[in-house]
């Protein structure tokens, strides 16, 4: 890939022509159209979001140095047109501070939008130089230096670099839909979706729940669909799970987000529920004191109550079993049986042996599944070969 540094392009010249788009994904350009500051396989503006676009523009009134600038030069009909490589966020930061959409606080704290400043501190703005390196290179090589660069302290994430490599009409029709802000349907997503939008959270999760329903991955997929005109698929799917959630399970908690709804999707959609029942199970279960993983009753509720692991029910602790212990042993030496209740049921040799301690457990004589409580008068301690074959019973 062949580089050329320039040092003669003033913000004024990279900001004539700025447009910004409010709505993601569809493009900024500068340098009175010549260049493309959010081509497709660029991540979306999230300066405003992690509250940095106003020190990038503190920065330049300080003198401080901004880094390197990277653009790709694209070659169309004898015209040089450039991409913005490296840089978009710096880059949109001073068109959006130049064009009014926000404003610094002067050094009396008072807010300054760039056409309140004074002269001499909009000029020293414009005429700052940027130094940029033009690259120019086959796609491969720059797809590739793409995915090894970070954007101003930020590293991309996987979903960023892979909308990079795979680049194309689906890219670009999949974030319109799932990393749009101004969608719509984003607020619903939120509750079982955990991540953020400019960060390709809602497109990620998206990507892999098709994927993993058609079994395959993530890159196979984008790969095989790069060029597809429509999103119908991945729409239609990520919709499917998403209404599948909301019919089930009439009320939202913050303990959905993030949970893998599209297994639960492919394991149980097909099975009828009352959503009803549901909600009654669920509200019981959250009132439930010995429930320490809220996060497992929503699987535990759709596989019928049965996975008690997944809500990982408080166990008895050492001085309830010692209590226990001590008293069953002490009844059992007496009576001349075993200190485990199943043992001294059968005819074997262990049906008078006392356990020490360490070799037996603490069980539910009423198992919690069946509302037994985890508490002294319904703890029982059995040798731990019974207990592991007791199970739930």
């Known amino acids: 890939m062949k580089t050329n540094l320039r040092t003669d392009i003033t913000v004024a010249q990279i900001c004539e022509g700025f447009v910004y788009n409010e709505l993601e994904g569809k493009g900024l350009f500068g340098l009175a159209g010549k260049l493309t500051i959010q081509p497709e396989y660029q991540r979306n503006y999230i300066y405003a979001k992690e509250n940095r676009e106003v020190a990038v523009i503190e920065s ?9 600038i990277y ?12 991409e913005v490589l490296d840089g978009q966020q710096r880059i949109t930061s001073i068109g959006r501070f130049l064009t009014g959409k ?19 501190l909009r000029e020293k703005i414009l005429n700052t130089v940027l130094l940029i390196y033009e690259c120019e290179g086959e796609e491969a090589e720059i797809k590739e230096w793409f995915k090894t ?18 680049c194309g009409e689906f890219v670009t029709r999949a974030k319109e839909e799932f990393s749009n802000s101004q969608n719509a349907n984003v607020q619903k997503w939120r509750a079982y979706v955990k991540g ?36 119908n698929e991945l729409r239609v799917y990520f919709c499917s799970v998403i209404d ?10 913050s303990e959905m987000c993030g949970l893998e709804w599209n297994r639960l999707y492919e394991t149980y959609h097909t099975t009828a529920y009352d959503p009803q029942e ?73 049906s008078k042996k006392l356990w020490d301690l360490k070799d037996m457990d603490a069980d539910h004589v009423t198992a919690w599944s069946k509302g037994g409580a985890t508490d002294i008068s319904n703890c029982q301690m059995l040798c731990k070969s019974h207990n592991r074959a007791k199970g739930n019973r």
Not at 71 to 82: C, M, P, Y
Not at 219 to 229: G, I, P, V
Not at 244 to 253: A, G, K, L, P, Q
Not at 328 to 333: I, M, V
């Open 60 to 68: 330049i009134l300080k003198g401080y140095p901004l880094g390197l």
């Open 71 to 82: 653009f790709n030069t694209v070659t169309a009909n004898g015209e040089k047109r450039f």
């Open 102 to 120: 926000f404003a610094i606080q002067d050094s009396n704290g008072m807010q300054q939008y760039f056409s309140g400043l004074a002269e001499h």
């Open 149 to 166: 660069i970070n954007i101003a302290g930020i590293p991309l994430n996987q979903q960023e670099i892979y909308n990079a490599v795979y």
């Open 196 to 231: 953020d939008v400019y960060r390709q959270a809602f497109l990620a999760a998206a990507l892999q729940w098709i994927s993993s329903a058609k079994g395959t991955d993530v890159e196979s997929y984008m790969s095989s669909h790069r060029h597809d005109k429509d999103i």
């Open 244 to 253: 599948w959630i909301n019919s089930v399970f009439t009320d939202v908690e």
């Open 278 to 350: 549901i909600h009654r199970k669920v509200q019981e279960l959250y009132a439930d004191p010995y429930v320490k993983n809220r996060r497992g009753i929503f699987e535990y509720v759709l596989g019928g109550c049965i996975d008690t692991k997944l809500l990982d029910v408080r166990v008895f602790d050492e001085a309830t079993k010692k209590a226990v212990y001590k008293q069953q042993t002490a009844a059992a030496r007496e009576a001349g049986k075993s200190n485990c209740p199943l043992c001294c049921l059968g005819h074997d040799g262990n």
